[in-house]
């Protein structure tokens, strides 16, 4: 039967699952890559991604069109990550004690401002009708190839874009003149400053850009994975993201691959849930473990890196 | 006939180039220390002119101004002929200045390139991406016109010190400086690396361009510079041509105390051994030699004095006698117990104390108490605890008689440290590690930063605990204290022990100076009296 | 003592903060209600106030019920303020806090004691429970330097699906409906204090026993001293020859007992089974009381009553009115913003250091000049 279960992991149908599934986890992950690069630590990802997700099918609703609901869910995590930015920054509050605030924002707030903008408690029912629905595509060419084409074709086109922003990532971090900044910013702030770079400008784009990208990863939640908004739906997938980025030790492809680990772990779990036999409990407990193994071996791994010393603590550099 | 003569003067003076001008710098900060006082400094136009002077003169600062790091209190600065207000690094670099820091501002991970180009990086056709090609052609064109040997593409973390400066010469370049300020830039290189260095000054000279030297190294000056300003205690000694000053003349100006504190104390009669030092030897991680086979010893009842400018491995020897740091190489031991690699509480049950030199990381914690920092290395013997509680009373009463006796001026123990004066915080300190009443006493610039009360306060203290039996080892680039405080000591330079005077009240600047800048170099076995073997 | 002006200063402060957040909670409630003066009233005096045809009156149930409420959140304070003050950002106290309840649960079901000692045995088995899972993250970051944030976030989600699992497939009561243990034995329940339905047990005692002996431990014990100076300046704190550590590690664990252990007292108190289906939520009302509390134990049963209260008044206000009860959250997170910006009413704070600065200075001054040594 476990064997069933392995060779069932290469069943197409699967592999399609643990794309969908991994998303937005990436897109959260990736903002944290960006912040991270920059020396600022957000993680209020959870939170964000719970009240863009919202506000997405809130627009979506207004408007009749899922492009500015997508649009909107955007807007609102790049200003709850610039509120986070500014209290740390203006206010002097500790960043992640700012984090934490927008996680308990979501969680609650959300539901409060469900109420508030149309009477619903608790889910968006049926505001979400079909045509709300972010679009998937049918790739043309690829949908024809077998058993690739299953996994890779047929995907919304926030699945493709979250893919697709890794290697967009990588090349504004890598290969632009604000991604110079940022990891000028994020490694020796006096470096920046020496050149007339100004580290706050450059931090609050980098949180703002985590926040948009928290706020794609909410959207895709409500707005085509869940098909809907319900308290509890983003279920600890900031925080997922949050270790997929320290086990991909903060690069856009690392954090990928740690994100389809976890995209893996959680298909596994809903494919599990119904077997007899198999605690579908047991099996949700994987990526969690699997972060904590794999920040384990990250941290021996830095560890081995750093020589014995203690760093000298003044003096030639 | 007096008058003409005068005015014939000024005429020469406004004839000279001066590409800088300083007039009547002074700066004061808002603790009252005064960094620079009344300084005049001017620079030729295509010269190579070196700023000396010990630690704290006041020759960082001077250029800090210079660079927009800082603001004078008073005093003018002309830039060509022009009076300007150097506001920030941008407007000196707008002037055409440029500054190569001691501590470099560069980026780790990224490479050469990317690092010379930051801020200004060339873009494509596209505008948005990064032209990398252009940015390493500008790197290399640049490299090439100013003879500065650099690897474009190598990243910044994998390349070795002297061309991290090369790299930071460049940054100053492209963005157009034509005044370099060094900042001690060879104290982080190889001998090699430091030979290279001139070579590519003296190039940047030639192509017209004006460099300022901070340093106190009185061989290399000699080698390379134009003009040279020496400063000492914030103020000016005067510029000199170099090729008219002897090296014993610029030690004199450099090195000496404007007034001498005497400190009054009885003879010393030293005793036992306490702290043995052999052989210790350590490379930092530029590949530097700043420990090279140094021994000593420090005797019950006297206090040692390590002197020398700063950077010649007292730093790296005071972090090993307390764990910060381990040698490479050699022996420490305190009473016949090796001390290298054990921790710090272990390190105290032997009976070392250490006054650090940085109080504000190490001394203290800034938001706690005075009573809760003042005893923070004997909170858990048993005479402050009765069973799984504090003995309060014992508590209150140790931190009252602390601050009683060691003259800490403040409103109650439970005040915050922070909320005291440079010179009361450094004296919790001093009350802590003097009253556990240690076997050795290490106290690294104890007096450094504070005011004169505090000062001549816990210097005598200093003097009673050795006294009292107490081996003091006291590391100090102050003159005064180093000279008067200690009963004997030894001049350290290169990481090495140059010269050891049994007898310190004797000795006078001109000797310290001449020691302290390598021009000088006892014996062996003069050197060798300090182990006490 | 002048630093009495700090102290006056930092309580208007967090009253400022309070009254920001109301303020902020207010504009809400008019937006989203119908009836917002009905909505206000409900949440700020529905706690302790029946609004009867007859006239207002106290309604001393209701406000023991907030009294009730506090227990877990105490003692998830109390370990947030420990752990807080060794500056470890361990958040697993949700995890610790739902396995000392599950721990404790279980040995009130299957162990046969006497009532008086079955308690005090389930309730420091959840105690130690809620320790040991805390030795995770800091061993880990203690020895390797892994994030605990991270590790402890993790922490509790694994530890929430492994009890799910034990609920549903090993200990699970199949003739009821929803899924739950066994009922527990009538010797392990926490009784009432006073039986009248409030749900206010021993366990509030308790609770109140633990402010007062962590806030020994943190002010009057020199494991307390050395968690604090490690929080504040941790190279110091080495430099001074403490065991770090050790010491970084024990914070950690004594919150998870603390948080084990109000999982296990509130379970054992207020239910009849073990039902918890997912993270209670305690751990994060924690964190915002310790910052309300200042990390200061003795602040914790204020600010956890404050918590409670306007938990209650939400409560009042979603059943009576029009709002929904998450605006608690809301305000949570207001105030929480306020209350840790450093520079919020930051110039009035200097306004004040500086005055006591220049007072000092003078009195330095007259000293000096009667040439006295002090």
Redo the contacts between chains.
């Keep these: 039967m476990i064997g069933d279960l392995l060779l069932s992991i290469f069943n197409s149908d699967f592999l399609y699952s643990v794309i969908r599934i991994t998303a937005p986890i990436l897109f959260a992950a990736l903002g944290a890559v960006i912040a991270e690069k920059a020396g600022v630590v957000n993680i209020g990802l959870e939170g964000i991604m719970m009240i863009s997700a919202l506000f997405g099918v809130l627009f979506g609703y207004w408007t009749q069109s899922w492009l500015i609901g997508v649009l909107g869910a955007v807007a609102i995590g790049v200003l709850l990550a610039l509120l986070i930015g500014f209290f740390a920054f203006e206010m002097k509050t500790d960043i992640i004690l700012g984090g934490i605030a927008v996680n308990m924002l979501g969680a609650g707030g959300t539901i409060f401002l469900l109420y508030m903008f149309t009477g619903m408690k608790g889910n968006t029912g049926s505001l979400v009708t079909r045509e709300l629905l972010i679009p998937t595509i049918d790739i043309p060419l690829i949908k024809s190839i077998p058993y690739l084409g299953e996994v890779l074709s047929g995907h919304s086109v926030l699945t493709y874009l979250a893919f697709l922003l890794v290697w967009l990532i990588w090349v504004v971090i890598y290969k632009t003149p604000l991604g110079l900044n940022i990891r000028a910013v994020g490694e020796n702030p006096n470096a920046a400053t020496s050149i007339g770079v100004s580290v706050q400008k450059i931090q609050y784009i980098a949180i703002g850009l985590s926040g948009a990208l928290a706020g794609l990863g909410g959207a895709f939640m409500s707005m085509y994975y869940s098909q809907g908004w319900n308290s509890g739906m983003v279920a600890g997938r900031g925080f997922i993201a949050l270790a997929a980025t320290a086990m991909g030790r903060g690069e856009p492809v690392g954090t990928m691959l740690s994100s389809l680990l976890f995209g893996l772990a959680q298909a596994l779990r809903t494919k599990v849930s119904g077997m007899q036999g198999v605690s579908s409990y047991l099996v949700s407990v994987i990526p969690y473990l699997v972060t904590i193994i794999g920040l384990v071996l990250y941290a021996i791994s830095i560890k081995n890196k750093l020589k014995k010393r203690h760093p000298v603590a003044k003096g030639a550099e | 006939m007096e008058q003409e003569f005068i005015v014939e003067q000024n005429e020469i003076e406004e004839q000279e180039d001066f590409v800088v001008q300083m007039r009547g710098v002074s700066k004061v900060y808002p603790n009252g220390i005064a960094a620079n006082k009344d300084v005049d400094f001017f620079l030729r136009r295509g010269e190579i002119h070196a700023i000396m002077g010990e630690n704290g003169a006041g020759k960082s600062t001077l250029m800090k101004i210079l660079f927009g790091l800082e603001q004078p209190t008073s005093g003018e600065i002309l830039i060509n002929g022009q009076a300007v207000a150097i506001t920030s690094?941008?407007k000196a670099?707008s002037l055409g200045i440029g500054m190569v820091?001691?501590?470099?501002?560069?980026?780790?991970?990224?490479t050469v390139a990317?690092?010379i180009v930051?801020?200004?990086?060339p873009?494509d056709k596209s505008r948005?991406?990064?032209d990398?090609k252009k940015a390493v052609q500008i790197a290399e064109e640049n490299a090439a016109r100013y003879n500065l040997r650099i690897d474009p593409n190598a990243k910044v973390m994998d390349i070795p010190?002297g061309m991290k400066q090369k790299v930071e010469i460049l940054?100053a370049l492209v963005?157009g400086a034509k005044i370099l300020i060094l900042d001690e830039p060879t104290?982080?290189l190889t001998t090699q690396e430091t030979s290279e260095l001139f070579k590519e000054l003296i190039a940047l000279k030639e192509q017209g361009f004006t460099i300022v030297f901070i340093s106190h190294k009185l061989k290399e000056i000699k080698q390379i510079t134009d003009r040279l300003t020496i400063m000492r205690s914030g103020r000016s000694m005067g510029v000199y041509n170099t090729a008219d000053i002897t090296e014993k003349e610029i030690s004199r100006l450099m090195v000496g105390r404007d007034v001498v504190l005497k400190v009054v104390k009885d003879k010393s009669q030293p005793t036992d051994t306490v702290l043995k030092v052999r052989d210790l030897e350590y490379t930092?991680?530029?590949n530097?030699k700043m420990l090279d086979k140094l021994s000593f010893s420090v005797r019950k009842g006297e206090i040692l004095g390590i002197a020398g400018v700063e950077?010649n491995g007292q730093?790296?020897l005071v972090?090993m006698l307390?764990n910060?740091?381990?040698p490479d190489a050699g022996t420490i031991t305190v009473c016949g117990e090796s001390i290298i690699n054990l921790?710090?509480?272990k390190?105290?049950n032997r009976g070392v104390s250490?006054v650090?030199e940085?109080r504000m990381?190490?001394?203290?914690?800034?938001?706690?108490s005075i009573e809760?920092n003042v005893i923070?290395?004997r909170?858990?013997s048993k005479r402050?605890?009765k069973g799984?509680?504090?003995n309060?009373r014992e508590i209150h009463h140790e931190s009252q008689n602390l601050i009683?006796d060691y003259?800490i001026?403040a409103?109650?123990p439970?005040?915050?440290v922070k909320?005291l004066s440079g010179g009361n915080i450094q004296k919790v300190v001093v009350a802590r590690e003097l009253s556990s009443k240690p076997t050795l006493l290490i106290a690294d610039q104890p007096t450094r930063g504070i005011d004169v009360g505090a000062t001549e306060f816990i210097r005598n203290e200093i003097v009673e605990m050795s006294r009292d039996g107490t081996a003091v080892l006291l590391v100090s680039a102050d003159l005064n204290e180093v000279i008067e405080l200690s009963d004997s000591l030894i001049v350290m330079y290169g990481g090495k022990i140059v010269a050891y005077f049994e007898d310190s009240s004797q000795l006078d600047d001109l000797t310290m100076g001449e020691y302290m800048l390598g021009l000088k170099h006892q014996t062996e076995e003069e050197i060798a009296k300090v182990s006490y073997d | 003592m002048t630093d009495r002006r700090l102290i006056v200063f930092n309580l208007l402060r967090g009253l400022a903060a309070i009254l920001l957040a109301l303020v902020v909670a207010a504009i809400f409630i008019f937006i989203s209600s119908d009836e917002p003066l009905t909505a206000l009233k409900y949440l700020l005096m529905g706690p302790v106030v029946s609004f009867r045809a007859t006239g207002n009156v106290f309604n001393t149930t209701s406000f023991l019920t907030i009294f009730a409420a506090m227990i877990p959140t105490i003692f998830s304070g109390l370990a947030v303020c420990v752990m807080f003050s060794a500056n470890q950002f361990n958040l697993g106290g949700e995890g610790a806090i739902m396995l000392g309840g599950f721990v404790g649960a279980l040995l009130g079901i299957y162990l046969k004691m006497n009532t008086g000692l079955h308690q005090v045995v389930c309730v420091l088995a959840g105690a130690i429970a809620g320790g040991l899972i805390m030795l995770i993250p800091a061993i880990l970051k203690v020895k390797l330097g892994a994030s605990e944030m991270v590790t402890s976030l993790m922490m509790n989600y694994v530890v929430m699906f492994v009890i799910l699992h034990f609920l549903n497939f090993v200990f699970a009561d199949r003739s009821k409906g929803a899924t739950q243990t066994f009922p527990f034995m009538e010797t392990a329940k926490i009784p009432e204090i006073v039986a009248n339905g409030t749900k206010l047990t021993w366990g509030f005692v308790v609770a109140l026993i633990f402010v007062v002996i962590i806030a020994l431990f943190m002010y009057r014990t020199k494991w307390g001293y050395a968690i604090r100076m490690i929080g504040i300046n941790q190279s110091f704190a080495q430099y001074s020859g403490m065991q770090v550590g050790t010491v970084i590690i024990l914070s950690q664990v004594i919150g998870g007992m603390l948080s084990g252990m109000g999982g296990s007292i509130e379970v054992l108190g207020r239910f009849n089974t073990f039902l918890w289906r997912e993270l209670p939520g305690y751990g994060w009302l924690g964190i915002t009381i310790a910052i309300l509390a200042k990390n200061n134990p003795i602040f914790v049963p204020f600010a956890a009553f404050f918590i409670a209260y306007l938990n209650k008044g939400c409560d009042l206000m979603a059943t009576y009115s029009d709002v929904p009860s998450e605006m608690i959250d809301i305000i949570q997170a207001a105030i929480f913003l306020f209350f840790a910006a450093e520079q919020f009413l930051a110039k009035y704070r200097q306004r004040i250091v500086v005055r006591n600065a220049q007072r000092d200075l003078a009195l330095q001054e007259a000293a000096a000049s009667q040439g006295g040594s002090n």
């Design positions: 690094p941008n670099i820091h001691q501590h470099f501002m560069l980026v780790p991970s990224l990317e690092n930051l801020g200004m990086a873009t948005l991406l990064v990398y010190v940054k963005r104290a982080v930092n991680r530029w530097k950077g730093r790296e972090e307390f910060l740091n381990t921790s710090q509480d390190i105290r250490l650090p940085d990381t190490y001394g203290i914690a800034d938001i706690a809760e923070s290395d909170f858990s402050f605890n799984p509680l504090f309060m009683v003259r001026l409103k109650s439970k005040q915050q909320m």
